[in-house]
Nanobody, 123 residues
């Protein structure tokens, strides 16, 4: 059974930091990513990381403030969020792309999703 379990969300004032974690079990993946969604809007790719090699990609809105990292031995991916802004407020979801030889653009091809963790940034 595939499970992606996020943790680390919460409420913080603007300028603060949070670290999200996601543990993946039951799936062989080649990329992990973080997405976010506010009510009434589509989900937005925030950051992703390749399991092999560690290449990373970020949305322009978070470059220089967020850092994605991984611990492959623990099947865990992290999202360090610094200098948070009120516009970062959203439900954050962890996602995994099933290992495949078929390539896909950044933030595409993710098959498995966690339940989400809420991040709220107050001004």
């Amino acid at each position: 059974q595939v499970q992606l379990v996020e943790s680390g969300g919460g409420s913080v004032q603007a300028g603060g930091s949070l670290r999200l974690s996601c543990v993946a079990t039951g799936v062989t993946y080649d990329r992990m990513g973080w997405f976010r969604q506010v009510p009434g809007d589509v989900h937005e790719g925030v950051a992703e990381i390749y399991t092999i090699g560690g290449n990373t990609y970020y949305a322009d809105s978070v470059k220089g403030r967020f850092t994605i990292s991984q611990n492959n031995l623990k099947n865990t991916v992290y999202l360090q969020m610094n200098s948070l802004k009120p516009e970062d407020t959203a439900m954050y979801y962890c996602a995994a792309r099933h290992k495949s030889r078929i390539s896909s653009p950044a933030f595409n091809g993710f098959t498995y999703w966690g339940q989400g963790t809420q991040v709220t940034v107050s001004s």
